[in-house]
């Protein structure tokens, strides 16, 4: 296991879902939109009340923020890179204690200019790769490069459609790590499967947490969907009790 105690970290869209997992005990969020969607970057607005409402429960730093573009993998073209870099840098001055980025070249290796570009608009906060890393088959080989960027965690379910499936690969992303990047596990985790992948040796455990809430009023034909997401109190607390119940056996 990691010389330090794994932490949980819950994904949430609004600054409910940050009080939920304020109140769940958890060591941090990552603020996104867009989850049906895998995550794309959050409003300003968001943002800066996110934070806000962190601060004010003496949590400096707990909120991370996914900094995506767009849906549609993680090709990205010069313009939404820009974008990306102004998100970020919009980040930062709102007091996010971290980014969340990922951005690839076709061949599913790290685009390394654009990384470098990212990291470096984020003026020192804690970079998390997210599940980007999980395209294709060379994980242990993008963990290498990431590494070489300074990055200091990787979201990844192991390569997996979900992270239960892909434990194999997360222990022989901790064993290449080595303590020089955090490995966090993420994507179709469940209750039962958390203890399953504190074995791996992982650094933290990451999920959503969320269900689906119907709208107050129907949306109308310019509305989208009925129903939205939001974040699960009862799961959130049970994930982090899970988590917490692993470590003291």
Do not use: W
Request: proline fraction near 4%.
């Amino acid at each position: 296991m990691p010389s330090s105690a794994p932490a949980i970290e819950i994904a949430v869209q609004d600054v409910d879902g940050l009080g939920i997992a304020l109140r769940a005990g958890a060591d941090r969020v990552e603020l996104c939109s867009a989850l049906s969607l895998g995550g794309l970057t959050p409003s300003i607005g968001t943002i800066q009340m996110a934070v806000e409402a962190a601060d004010a429960a003496g949590r400096p730093g707990f909120v991370n923020v996914l900094v995506r573009p767009r849906a549609g993998g993680f090709v990205y073209s010069a313009h939404e890179i820009a974008t990306t870099v102004r998100d970020i840098r919009a980040a930062v001055a709102a007091g996010a204690g971290g980014v969340v980025i990922g951005a690839l070249n076709e061949d599913g290796t790290v685009d390394m200019a654009a990384t470098r570009e990212l990291i470096a608009a984020a003026e020192g906060l804690t970079v998390t790769f997210h599940r980007a890393i999980d395209i294709g088959t060379a994980q242990l080989q993008v963990l290498d490069q990431l590494i070489d960027l300074g990055v200091a965690r990787v979201l990844t379910s192991g390569g997996a459609a979900q992270s239960p499936d892909g434990t194999d690969m997360l222990r022989r992303m901790v064993e290449r790590a080595d303590g020089r990047l955090q490995i966090m596990a993420g994507g179709g985790v469940t209750l039962d499967s958390i203890p399953m992948l504190l074995s791996t040796g992982i650094d933290a455990i990451h999920l959503s947490a969320k269900k689906a809430a119907l709208a107050l009023a129907p949306s109308g034909p310019g509305g989208g969907a009925a129903d939205f997401d939001v974040t699960d109190e009862i799961v959130a607390r049970a994930a982090v009790e899970a988590v917490r119940s692993t470590l003291e056996k």
